[in-house]
């Protein structure tokens, strides 16, 4: 083999590579996956969908005493339908898979007697926890991150603006 006859096999290799190089450039461009913002599976059931508390957590929220001043209560009465599957609202309505949620505002934490609670909602009772208007802000924005070990399985609302709608909503039932 003379170095002609090896040059053309050597080229003929980095031909093949450079071709090879070219094609996965061309395919990533073509196919390009989008990759998900969090990345893993959605997974079925369990948690009831709620707008993504993970993106309105990166952003700061208007204090809830501000947005109290526009809140709607008949907009949180709409919003509320993603609690009724759990929750009545009406004075002397039943507990669900949750306590009926009549004059919950500025009562005690755990306020039905007698409805199964969580041992972490029923220490915060014990404390003398009440749920004010910002306790409610915190709880429906991400339950299991303001209360460990609630058994409320909710995603949490992400929008602030919707939760002082529902908290207006909530004030009204009493
Ligand atoms: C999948 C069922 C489920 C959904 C949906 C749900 N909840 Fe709950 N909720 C519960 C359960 C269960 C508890 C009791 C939590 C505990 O003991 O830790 C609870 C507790 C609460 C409490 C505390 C009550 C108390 O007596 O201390 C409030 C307030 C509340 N929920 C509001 C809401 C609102 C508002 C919504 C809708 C945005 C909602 N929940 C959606 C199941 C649910």
Redesign the pocket.
Known sequence: MDSFELNKIAGAVLGVALVTMGLNMMAGIVVNPAKPVVPGYELPGGE?A?APAAAAAATADPPIAERMTVADAGRGER??A??R???SFDNGGPN????N?WK?VD??????DG????A???ER?AKGEK?GVAE?DG??KN?KGY?P??????AG?GRADQRAD?IAY?TSLK
Request: aromatic letters at 12%.
């Open positions: 009831v709620a919003g509320a993603a609690c599957a759990c929750h669900r898979v949750g306590p949620l919950v009562g005690p934490k755990a306020h039905i409805f199964g609670y969580s972490a909602l029923r009772k749920w409610l709880f429906l339950p209360l070990g609630t058994s409320m399985s909710f609302i529902l909530l």
